[in-house]
């Protein structure tokens, strides 16, 4: 990838948000990765689960579980990588559309993310001026299928759905702006001005 320096490295963790003893495992991750003499330049947190959930159909139990997962997850992956983060580097969050339109089959989920939405300038104004904080507002990037591609690319300004190297491109654009913080990127295809 150009931009990139020939020592570059990219390392992937991966945590469970149901695993018991998540931060210490965290913590041993990445005390492994400084002790290997990894620098960590950067970071994006992925996490999610896009459970179904009618107003009516909620319960404790499954709102909790759907917040750990997409609030409360994201929000200990950065509190443990913040003080790991070389200066200057950018912690990127990756949010959904939700936060801008919510699903209404799916309110809890989207009640967590934009709970995660509230991070970003957040956690920009705690970390600044050492780390920069970007979050991405995620549209339709890899549908379930052709018949469900057609239907939201036919709901977008663009008259497409997203691939994986459209999202590439603006991490790697938040990556590389030492002046952007604190911000969230949309990557819907216009999707939140089309007509319903």
Same mark, same amino acid.
């Given at each position: 990838?150009?931009?990139?320096?020939?020592?570059? +490295?990219?390392?992937?963790?991966?945590?469970?948000?149901?695993?018991?003893?998540?931060?210490?495992?965290?913590?041993?991750?990445?005390?492994? &990765?400084?002790?290997?003499?990894?620098?960590?330049? #950067?970071?994006?947190?992925? /996490?999610?689960?896009?459970?179904?959930?009618?107003?009516?159909?909620?319960?404790? @139990? #499954?709102?909790?579980?759907?917040?750990?997962?997409?609030?409360?997850?994201?929000?200990?992956?950065?509190?443990?990588?913040?003080?790991?983060?070389?200066? #200057?580097?950018?912690?990127?969050?990756?949010?959904?559309?939700?936060?801008?339109?919510?699903?209404? +089959?799916? &309110?809890?989920?989207?009640? /967590?993310?934009?709970?995660? !939405?509230?991070?970003?300038?957040?956690?920009?104004?705690?970390? !600044?001026?050492?780390?920069?904080?970007?979050?991405?507002?995620? #549209?339709?990037?890899?549908?379930?299928?052709?018949?469900?591609?057609?239907?939201?690319?036919? +709901?977008?300004?663009?008259?497409?759905?997203?691939?994986? !190297?459209?999202?590439?491109?603006?991490?790697?654009?938040? !990556?590389?702006?030492?002046?952007?913080?604190? @911000?969230?990127?949309?990557?819907?295809?216009?999707?939140?001005?089309?007509?319903?």
């Amino acid at each position: 990838m150009e931009g990139l320096s020939k020592t570059a +490295r990219i390392q992937t963790l991966e945590w469970s948000a149901e695993d018991p003893n998540l931060v210490s495992r965290m913590m041993a991750d990445l005390d492994t &990765l400084e002790a290997a003499d990894w620098v960590i330049s #950067g970071a994006i947190l992925v /996490a999610g689960t896009f459970p179904e959930a009618p107003f009516g159909s909620w319960t404790a @139990e #499954g709102l909790e579980a759907t917040w750990r997962t997409n609030l409360g997850f994201p929000l200990l992956c950065a509190q443990a990588l913040a003080p790991r983060l070389q200066p #200057g580097s950018c912690l990127q969050i990756l949010l959904d559309t939700a936060i801008h339109r919510p699903w209404l +089959r799916r &309110l809890p989920y989207s009640a /967590a993310k934009a709970g995660l !939405a509230s991070l970003v300038p957040g956690l920009a104004r705690q970390l !600044a001026p050492d780390l920069r904080v970007v979050g991405h507002a995620l #549209g339709a990037i890899l549908p379930a299928g052709d018949a469900e591609a057609a239907y939201l690319a036919d +709901r977008t300004l663009l008259q497409r759905t997203g691939d994986p !190297a459209d999202l590439c491109r603006a991490v790697r654009y938040a !990556a590389e702006s030492p002046f952007l913080t604190g @911000e969230i990127l949309t990557l819907d295809g216009g999707r939140r001005w089309a007509a319903p």
